[in-house]
């Protein structure tokens, strides 16, 4: 599905223009200009050096939120839309929340509310890490567009066939999105107004109407490629190596990151 | 004598379900000419279309793109040869910018680089649209989605164009830009449509299908004028149209 940044109700009538690139911050920065590939392991390192982190040391996590702050400054992302995109990981948090309530073990009082130490522990470690780890994906998906992440995955070795079906996805999204705002459209135009259960079997009709309507449009997409003369394999158009130089100054990030991961290690008590 | 652009001899089709749309279908197109393919719904207008770049093969019958016949030894070179621009443009558009899925075709016939690039960039300025190469496709009108779908195929070099539908859904404005595209390109056109005004402005000849075969085939102003061909085969001009102003 499309992630539709401004609501519903927010899409103009007939939109030009879909919501698959609302992510993507343009921009000319050093972050927008480094190659996808070398981009998506660095983000996928860091958070790895981040999860390996002790859980005790908070001066390590005030470095890594530092270290991200810099890049969003650097990327020109304002900090106040790094912090609206991070709300996207509430509901994972919510999980977290529950944890010194029902831990087990030592007990504190905060509040008059008796907590688990361990338990609060737990929540201050997924609570964290979470967020050091959205963040860092909220930054590259702001300096990168999809269709790059996508062509950066084929660089690292992901099978083609998965990029291929990612990439149909992200263009497909916004047509059928499309195709479901106008059923919806057709329903409520005839007074449809579902509210109870047993009007979900026009919900549920429409779904079924969408998948026979996907699927015949993907054999049209196949019949249109194949008159083009595909033959089972994407052209690959143009070349994106990275140079060493480029990894080596996107995989600073993830190597300053493990220095503070095993320094944390090193120094704990 | 060069062979003319598109040969079609008695080609009859039946779907597997046994749903036969095509009986002995036979037409020529010479090199250069632009002929509207006209017909009612179900006549069997795109079955025929699927004939000429080998998507369909045909029960009985043949045909031949510029000399070539459609046959699974040589399917490449005749889908080179016959580019289709197919209704819904959402169908033909599929990579994540323009100019990369105008590169699409020439890149599956093998070309790369300052080659590809120059058909990328020639196919685009013939439509109008080198401007928004760099844009995903779904960010574009419907109308400027046609022009690049029919910059996908022409990217190709084709032998001849066949052009299903091309002003359905379109506004006045879309089709006029479109027509003024069609009639500036020095190729070969099919253009199978009901949209007789459309047939006449851009096509000097028709052939009208009805049924599973051609019925008709002559001047598109002779053709739109005969009122009781058109009745026979639920074709109908629109509203106020004059077909005795045709003949002037």
């Not at chain 2, 899925?101 to 990328?120: K, Q, S, Y």
Request: charged share 20%.
């Amino acid at each position: 599905m499309v992630l539709q940044i401004g609501g519903a109700g927010a899409a103009p009538p007939n939109p030009p223009s879909g919501h698959s690139h609302a992510l993507y911050l343009p921009g000319t920065s050093p972050l927008h200009r480094a190659r996808p590939q070398c981009k998506l392991a660095a983000a996928f390192l860091f958070v790895l050096a981040v999860v390996a982190t002790p859980r005790e040391a908070f001066w390590a996590y005030g470095v890594y939120a530092l270290t991200l702050a810099a890049l969003a400054r650097v990327a020109g992302l304002p900090l106040r839309t790094l912090a609206r995109r991070l709300v996207i990981e509430l509901p994972f948090l919510l999980f977290a929340v529950f944890l010194p309530v029902v831990g087990q073990g030592q007990r504190v009082e905060v509040l008059g509310m008796s907590l688990s130490v361990e338990g609060l522990w737990a929540a201050w470690n997924i609570v964290v890490k979470g967020t050091l780890g959205v963040a860092a994906s909220v930054i590259l998906a702001a300096t990168t567009p999809v269709p790059e992440l996508l062509r950066g995955l084929e660089r690292l070795r992901l099978p083609s066939a998965f990029t291929t079906i990612a990439g149909f996805m992200v263009r497909y999204g916004d047509v059928i999105a499309d195709d479901i705002r106008r059923m919806r459209i057709a329903r409520v135009s005839r007074c449809h107004d579902p509210r109870w259960i047993w009007h979900a079997r026009a919900v549920a009709a429409t779904a079924g109407t969408l998948f026979i309507r996907s699927y015949e449009r993907g054999e049209r997409v196949y019949l249109a490629m194949v008159s083009r003369g595909y033959a089972g394999s994407m052209p690959v158009l143009e070349d994106l190596a990275a140079t060493r130089a480029q990894w080596l100054a996107a995989l600073a990030l993830p190597a300053a990151a493990a220095l503070v991961a095993a320094t944390a290690w090193g120094i704990r008590p | 004598m060069t062979p003319p652009a598109l040969e079609v001899e008695g080609v009859a089709f039946a779907y597997p379900d046994g749903h036969q749309a095509l009986f002995g279908v036979s037409l020529r197109i010479e090199r250069g000419e632009r002929v509207a393919l006209l017909g009612p719904n179900g006549a069997g207008k795109t079955t025929l279309v699927l004939q000429c770049n080998g998507v369909l093969l045909p029960g009985a019958g043949r045909v031949a793109v510029a000399g070539l016949p459609v046959a699974a030894e040589h399917l490449r070179e005749i889908r080179r040869r016959v580019g289709i621009v197919f209704q819904d443009p959402d169908d033909q558009l599929f990579m994540p910018t323009v100019a990369e899925d105008v590169a699409f075709g020439p890149a599956n016939l093998g070309l790369r680089g300052a080659e590809l690039e120059t058909r990328v960039k020639g196919a685009l300025a013939a439509v109008g649209m080198e401007e928004h190469a760099a844009r995903p496709p779904h960010h574009l009108s419907f109308g400027q989605r046609r022009r690049v779908a029919v910059a996908t195929v022409l990217a190709m070099e084709p032998e001849i164009l066949i052009l299903d539908e091309p002003s359905s859904n379109l506004d006045p404005a879309s089709r006029r830009e479109l027509a003024e595209i069609v009639t500036g390109l020095d190729i070969t056109i099919l253009m199978v449509t009901h949209d007789l005004p459309y047939a006449l402005q851009l096509c000097p000849r028709s052939l009208i299908m009805n049924g599973g075969v051609i019925t008709a085939d002559g001047p598109t102003p002779d053709l739109l004028a005969d009122a009781e061909l058109l009745a026979a085969n639920r074709l109908e001009l629109p509203f106020g149209f004059d077909p005795a102003a045709l003949r002037r």
